[in-house]
């Protein structure tokens, strides 16, 4: 007989439950509008996505709680958003935590931990399952910000001019990484340049970096990576898997009726698995599409990705740079790892 774990059934009943809230007590409610800045730019296929995510809070509200969706820096620049929500300009925005990971350490491991998750799966039961969320919404409520849920998906991977087929080919080669991934890189003995995204075209055409990081596989195809590198280095082990994030004002989300705050948490993580689902089949199609365009693509050995790990939890402790809420991050991460035997 097949075993159920109570805890996941009672989360799964909870998840049920909070939609059918949402959709059966919201008749007495009022009408709320919100406006919400993206992470992407409009017509991405991240940004349709978030089209669908503002459209679903307002179809399981009745179309009570209606969000206007922004595109990336149509409200202010995406480097201000953080501190435009916080202080109510607006009410809501996507988010890669790892932005702020400079003024709040844990959001470096809310948003990727190079070498860490393999599968979005596991990274988003670590959210879900062993607290992860009850760590994200305790950094975010210190800048008087909610953390509603995120969006996990997969790995993001790397360009080359080089032919690289292990770890160790990295060293002493210059590489474009940003956030931890720049730390954990540089450790390897990379030569890390941390060049915005808009830069890494010309900066791989140049010659000025031999390898980089930018965005996913169909986002790097669409700017033309493949015309000036081609490597492809699978998996992206700076990283793995991804977590972007659904924030909004606290004061804005604690005047919210409950059903309306079911609603952002039903529909979001209802818009983490499309996405995901949509990006691997997009990912397999555009591969051949690389392929066209005589991009050779270099699987990494599992085993080196393994040993690595190892190595790179030295890189990571140290990104806690000693912050209580960080090392608590952290080690729920390890400890998860760890039983799943990864570490």
Do not use: C
């Not at 996913?216 to 977590?243: M, S, W």
């Not at 030295?314 to 039983?339: H, I, P, Y």
């Amino acid at each position: 007989m097949t075993s159920v774990n109570r805890r996941g059934l009672l989360a799964g009943a909870a998840f049920g439950g909070a939609a059918l809230a949402a959709s059966t007590t919201v008749q007495a409610q009022e009408a709320v509008e919100w406006r919400m800045q993206a992470l992407w730019d409009a017509g991405t296929t991240p940004y349709e996505y978030e089209k669908k995510f503002v459209e679903r809070v307002s179809e399981l509200t009745d179309g009570k709680f209606n969000i206007t969706l922004y595109s990336a820096g149509q409200l202010v620049p995406a480097n201000q958003a953080f501190d435009a929500v916080r202080a109510g300009a607006f009410q809501m925005m996507k988010t890669f935590d790892g932005y702020e990971a400079g003024k709040i350490p844990a959001f470096a491991f809310t948003s990727t931990v190079p070498f860490g998750f393999p599968q979005s799966d596991q990274y988003e039961a670590w959210f879900y399952e062993k607290g992860g969320l009850d760590l994200a919404r305790e950094a975010y409520g210190k800048a008087g910000l909610f953390y509603i849920a995120p969006t996990v998906y997969g790995e993001e991977p790397i360009h080359s001019t080089v032919r690289m087929e292990s770890i160790a080919d990295m060293a002493g080669k210059k590489g474009r990484f940003v956030g931890l991934a720049s730390a954990v890189m540089a450790d390897l003995g990379v030569s890390v340049t941390p060049l915005a995204t808009a830069e890494v075209y010309s900066a791989l055409e140049k010659g000025l970096i031999d390898f980089a990081d930018r965005g996913d596989l169909t986002a790097n195809y669409e700017a033309g990576l493949g015309e000036v590198a081609k490597f492809i280095i699978l998996p992206g082990v700076h990283q793995p898997t991804t977590a972007t994030s659904y924030v909004a004002n606290q004061a804005a989300y604690d005047a919210l009726p409950d059903a309306y705050k079911a609603a952002l948490e039903v529909a979001a993580r209802e818009i983490s698995g499309s996405l995901r689902q949509h990006i691997m089949v997009q990912d397999v199609e555009v591969l051949e599409k690389y392929k066209d365009q005589g991009v050779e693509v270099i699987t990494l050995d599992q085993g080196d990705v393994a040993e690595t790990r190892s190595k790179a939890v030295d890189s990571w402790k140290k990104a806690t740079k000693g912050d209580d809420l960080a090392d608590r991050v952290l080690e729920s991460q390890m400890d998860f790892m760890t039983a799943l035997g990864l570490l």
